[in-house]
């Protein structure tokens, strides 16, 4: 009888195959994306949002017009292109969410993951209720009359004006104490605003409606991870362009927009004196390229290892820059058009946030004709600028929770209920933000949870740890490896000196001139609503330190031993091919005197000599 050789000898191992038992669930692959396209346009998708719109280009015109681009762009050589390269190298190489990346790379740093998925927690929280405002704007504007155009609705007030084109308000001036209809359907319509934060009242369920849409839409998007997310990006971040494209053929050319874009360009040098300018400067980069956030780390880490993320980050921050210059043109000249129509200066009608997408602009596209189709093209960019920012962001958390406990949720349909878990407990989180107070805890989180100052004292630790503790040389020998080549020096000096230290600066100016948060530049909050505010500034922030205590206090050995312990980076990294050749030679000096005579190793393979292959 022929004997058949045993299943390890046959599959080529001295050791039994694994067999898992068959009501044991296998875990899942962690998965990546099929295309080099899906991730540019899901990162694009994710810092392309609205702050390019609403943000950017009010900052240009109050900080000096064109003299802004100086320190914009000196922030954005210096901290900008920098950390987002770091932050997307570090997933690519990692292959690690925001959390489980920091680590690999010093377990002594890992609550900059933590802190990271904090401020992502809090900015899923509220961030979307501006797509449930977009929401609720664009299913009123499925009207052959626009309901903010007229003072006849139920809501209006006796003290509400219609403004009137400039030939039919020719000497005629609005008495004292009036409200403009699009302000009274803000404010009367949509948040039904109380006296204050300590009036919570009722909730509003026309727009807890809108938000439940918007987290379906949300939910579906990514419940399948990088499979569903890399096909819906196609659409989400690429329509809105077709938009603002179209908003700006149609703005500049409207009478009065060559006066809004002067408006918006004109540059004042003088300007360049104020550190205001300067903060403001750094702020915008932080917030308009989702750094410090782990989105770009989650997003990274789902690329093919040899992908060249380098020349990705480089088009995809300029690509930022330029959709941020061009929106202020579609804006402004609208602008320029409303101040012609009502005979007012531009700085009159000018906003920055929710007051441009929800006062400003609407009122401009009430001025048009057809101005219901103007208005359905304006509140559909809004929402898909939102909405690929928002979904993003849950991934990030997602990713990091997974990569943390893998074991847990790559099975079958656990991730999808992890992140319908996520979903429905933010819609709950949320609902208090669209009641008759909502707006003021609005304010808060958006003052505070998310501001420039828990994203620069993030931004700090995060270039210490890569340039000084793991060290800036040999992760550009991990770059190196990855995309074949060792990019510029200057984004190595950024890490090591220019950015931590711009950062520092920043941070410590911000603390300086710190104000205290007036909704609406009047309404003055409680001590408890301040109290608050800074607890959800000091969540993120206080991650890191206590960390780094926890684990200090925790490992054994002398205060050196622990440091030492626990800044040296994970074993199981993947290694360059320098470090690969180094070790196979190692290995070989040190098998060849047991195996001269070809006998196979305790792994079962026959070290062959450079002189017996055919290579």
């Not at 004292?176 to 909730?203: C, M, Q, Y």
């Not at 782990?294 to 930022?320: E, H, I, Q, V």
């Not at 939102?386 to 943390?404: I, K, N, P, R, W």
């Not at 319908?420 to 003021?440: A, H």
């Amino acid at each position: 009888m022929e004997s058949k050789p045993p299943a390890d000898i046959a599959n080529g191992h001295n050791q039994a195959l694994d067999v898992y038992p068959k009501n044991r669930e296998k875990i899942e692959d962690r998965g990546q994306w099929n295309n080099k396209l899906e991730f540019v346009l899901s990162v694009a998708g994710e810092i392309i949002g609205l702050g390019n719109v609403w943000r950017f280009p009010y900052l240009c015109y109050r900080n000096g017009g064109g003299a802004f681009f100086i320190p914009y762009l000196i922030f954005l050589f210096t901290c900008g292109i920098p950390v987002f390269f770091l932050e997307t190298a570090l997933g690519q190489y990692t292959s690690e969410g925001g959390v489980t990346s920091w680590r690999k790379i010093s377990p002594l740093f890992e609550g900059i993951g933590y802190a990271t998925q904090v401020i992502v927690a809090l900015l899923n929280f509220y961030y979307i209720i501006v797509l449930a405002w977009g929401i609720f704007y664009l299913s009123n504007s499925f009207t052959w009359e626009l309901p903010w155009a007229s003072c006849n609705n139920t809501w209006n007030t006796g003290s509400c004006v219609e403004f009137q084109k400039r030939n039919e308000t020719y000497n005629w001036t609005a008495p004292a104490n009036t409200t403009s209809p699009i302000i009274e359907f803000w404010e009367k319509r949509v948040l039904r605003i109380s006296s204050g934060i300590d009036h919570i009242g009722i909730l509003h369920w026309d727009l807890a409606l809108c938000l439940l849409l918007a987290w379906v839409m949300c939910y579906f998007c990514i419940w399948k991870g990088v499979k569903s997310t890399g096909k819906v990006v196609y659409f989400t971040a690429t329509f809105p362009y077709v938009m603002l494209v179209i908003l700006m053929i149609r703005g500049v050319t409207l009478p009065g927009a060559a006066e809004g874009i002067k408006f918006y360009l004109y540059p004042d040098l003088s300007r360049l004196a104020d550190p205001q300018v300067w903060m403001d400067a750094g702020t915008q980069i932080f917030f308009s390229f989702a750094i410090c956030l782990g989105c770009l780390t989650a997003l990274g880490s789902y690329n093919k290892y040899n992908n060249n993320c380098y020349r990705d980050c480089l088009c995809l921050c300029f690509l930022n820059s330029g959709t941020s210059f061009i929106a202020g043109f579609a804006i402004f000249s609208i602008l320029g058009f409303m101040a012609y129509e009502q005979q007012v200066p531009i700085s009159e009608v000018a906003e920055s946030g929710p007051g441009l997408a929800f006062i400003a602009y609407p009122r401009a596209v009430s001025m048009m004709p057809f101005s219901s189709l103007w208005a359905c093209f304006f509140f559909i960019m809004i929402v898909l600028l939102g909405l690929d920012s928002q979904f993003v962001c849950v991934e990030s958390l997602v990713t990091a929770l997974v990569d943390m406990f893998p074991s847990v949720f790559r099975r079958k349909n656990r991730r999808e209920l992890l992140i319908l878990g996520i979903c429905v407990v933010s819609y709950f989180m949320g609902l208090i933000m669209i009641t008759e107070g909502g707006m003021y805890v609005f304010q808060l989180f958006d003052y505070y949870a998310a501001s420039g100052m828990c994203l620069l004292f993030v931004a700090i630790f995060e270039t210490v740890c890569i340039a000084w503790v793991y060290g800036a040389d040999r992760f550009y020998d991990n770059i190196e490896d990855m995309i074949g080549y060792r990019p510029g020096p200057l984004i190595k000096y950024c890490w090591m000196f220019f950015t931590p230290a711009v950062c520092a600066g920043t941070f410590a100016f911000s603390l300086i001139k710190y104000t205290p948060l007036k909704y609406n530049k009047s309404y003055v909050y409680p001590w408890w609503g301040y109290a608050l505010g800074w607890l959800l500034a000091l969540s993120s922030m206080v991650c890191i330190p206590l960390w780094i205590i926890y684990k200090i206090a925790t490992s054994k050995g002398t205060l050196r031993e622990r440091i030492c312990h626990l800044i040296k980076p994970s074993e199981d990294l993947p290694k360059t091919k320098k470090e690969q050749e180094k070790l196979l030679a190692i290995f070989s000096s040190d098998n060849s005197l047991h195996q001269q005579d070809g006998d196979p190793n305790r792994e079962g393979y026959v070290l062959v000599t450079d002189k017996e292959t055919n290579c």
